[in-house]
């Protein structure tokens, strides 16, 4: 159910990401106390893989250092002409150990101009998996620590990515893309949030919306956090009084992408 929260955030993005991606710069600069920006500078290759037309394609996700024992599959089908995804992995363990700021991961496409899009949450549980429509029949994939599922630029905590060996694709040379280094976020003042007994989409919530403190948006997007904040409050009471998991995290959700918003117009207003 939460992959469908992000559908339309998703849809957006894939239609846009040649605008997206010129401005990722400025959108996820780093904040500073004197109002100037200084951009993240990492950067990193994946294989691109190319569709060969036959479906349903299959696309291996192997592990990286960070996460050796991890593992994941891609599936791809085409429905009446569009294609849709689904990823499933195993071995996700709590992404704690990079950082208390990191709380789960993101399964993020990568274009053949080296965009990054969002395609959804890979939970560090059993049984995870993403599903999501997309518009490319060239791409990378990458799975990334994140603070929370919301996130725009991937960070450079890579735990999985495409691989060789697929069925239905072939290899199609690789594209360099960005990400925000490691400890980007340790500024911000995570740490609390990891030790959190709280849900885990309460917890993403509050990162969220510290983050967005962090960049100036109580400054320069005031109502858009104050909505963010409402929502986290309206999640929280919902928990403690015994609502159902799916309905706290259905409004914890919008509070995570009420704070991304804010947090990205605090950025935009910043650079200008």
């Known amino acids: 159910m939460r992959t469908k929260r992000?559908?339309?955030t998703r849809m957006t993005v894939g239609c846009?990401?040649?605008?997206?991606?010129?401005v990722w710069r400025v959108s996820w600069a780093q904040p500073s106390g004197q109002g100037t920006l200084t951009a993240p500078s990492v950067s990193r290759t994946v294989l691109m893989l190319s569709?060969?037309?036959k479906y349903?394609?299959?696309?291996p996700l192997r592990a990286t250092a960070p996460l050796p024992r991890a593992a994941g599959t891609v599936e791809i089908s085409e429905k009446r002409g569009e294609l849709y995804l689904k990823a499933e992995y195993s071995g996700l363990e709590?992404?704690?150990g990079f950082g208390p700021e990191y709380l789960t991961y993101v399964l993020w496409i990568v274009t053949p101009d080296g965009g990054a899009v969002n395609l959804g949450e890979a939970r560090p549980e059993p049984g995870s998996n993403t599903k999501a429509p997309i518009a490319w029949r060239r791409f990378g994939l990458v799975v990334t620590a994140e603070p929370y599922a919301a996130a725009f630029v991937p960070s450079d905590i890579v735990v999985l990515q495409s691989a060789p060996g697929g069925e239905g694709v072939q290899?199609?040379?690789?594209?360099?893309f960005q990400l925000l280094p490691r400890g980007y976020y340790a500024a911000a003042a995570l740490?609390?949030?990891?030790?959190?007994?709280?849900?885990l989409e309460i917890r993403e919530a509050r990162n969220a919306i510290a983050i967005a403190?962090?960049?100036?948006?109580e400054r320069l997007a005031p109502e858009g956090l104050q909505r963010a904040m409402s929502l986290l409050k309206e999640a929280e009471d919902a928990e403690q009084k015994g609502a159902s998991q799916k309905a706290v995290d259905e409004i914890a959700a919008q509070a995570v992408q009420a704070a991304e918003d804010a947090r990205a117009i605090a950025m935009r207003r910043r650079a200008h």
Do not use: H
Request: charged share 20%; aromatic share 4%; proline share 12%.
């Open 51 to 53: 569709l060969n037309g």
């Open 191 to 199: 740490g609390a949030a990891a030790a959190d007994p709280a849900p």
């Open 171 to 176: 290899e199609s040379g690789s594209a360099r």
């Open 213 to 217: 403190k962090w960049a100036g948006a």
């Open 16 to 22: 846009c990401v040649a605008v997206m991606a010129a």
């Open 56 to 59: 349903p394609v299959r696309i």
């Open 6 to 8: 992000w559908k339309a």
């Open 94 to 96: 709590p992404p704690r």
